[in-house]
């Protein structure tokens, strides 16, 4: 069998979620390499934060640490040059939402093209009003990530289920009712500032179609459409912000034309 970069992806994406189960294990030998969660990560020393929880912090403290100033600008230096590929590479729920999608009855849908835009708007205004209110930061809350390795740990701390664990369930079966990757389209708001930041540079790491090597421009929803985990077009430049690069449409493109391809480029 030939390895394809979807087999990479999916090794990478199990190998973050297992590495959220036995990172409590380890520490609980307190050896400490790598600590924390996905909303707060520290890996040899060098602080990974998620930018929304700073952006919550600073909002409703007006304050922010150095170190979480600086894990929060590595994770958006990464999506400024490739993308939210946080979404597609590294999310546990996105793995979940990913398997899910494998179910016969769960369909891909891309209802809202501009979904995302709507989110955009909600998500703002609960960051600016509760976070001046001085408000916690309640958004943590909603972070799928978050409640998958905040529940690994509280597992290996006490023994319990944290209370926010059952949002795992209860975004899954959202998916299944609208559609596949439905919560991370429409609800997450982690991957907002993500997603954002991806816009900033006219030049990176995307996806790109050359339309004269397009041996199925007539297909309506073409098979690189149908493998999209998002229910995107490749073929479209509205594909951003949302393009997690997760390479699938490229992959499937392979089989016929090789349209698709990714690097960098710019979004036209
Ligand atoms: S949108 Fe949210 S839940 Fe979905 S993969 Fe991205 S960070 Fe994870
Ligand atoms: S357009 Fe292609 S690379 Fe982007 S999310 Fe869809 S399948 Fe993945």
Known sequence: MKLHRNHVRRACQCLVALSFIAIPWINGFDIRIVTGNLLSLEIFGIPFADPLAALQVFFSTWSLSWTVTIGALLSLTLAVIM????????CPYGLI???MQ????????NRFSRGWLFKAVVVGIVVVGLGAMAF?????????????????QTLWLSGTIPAGFWLLPAASVLDMAGGGHFWCRYCCPQSLLLQAAGLVLP??????????????????????????????????RKIHPEC???GDCVVQCSHFGSALSQGFGSRK
Do not use: H
């Open 203 to 236: 030049r990176r790491f995307r996806v790109k179609y050359d339309a004269s090597k397009c041996i199925c421009s007539e297909k309506n929803p073409s098979p690189c459409m149908k493998s999209c985990p998002y229910g995107l077009d490749p073929r479209e």
């Open 83 to 90: 993308g939210p590929v946080f979404c597609s590479w590294i």
């Open 244 to 246: 997690t690069n997760c």
């Open 102 to 109: 494998k179910l016969p009855f769960v369909k891909r849908r």
């Open 136 to 152: 916690p930061p309640m958004l943590n809350q909603l972070s799928l990530p978050g409640w998958y390795t905040r529940t690994m």
């Open 97 to 99: 939402a990913d398997l």
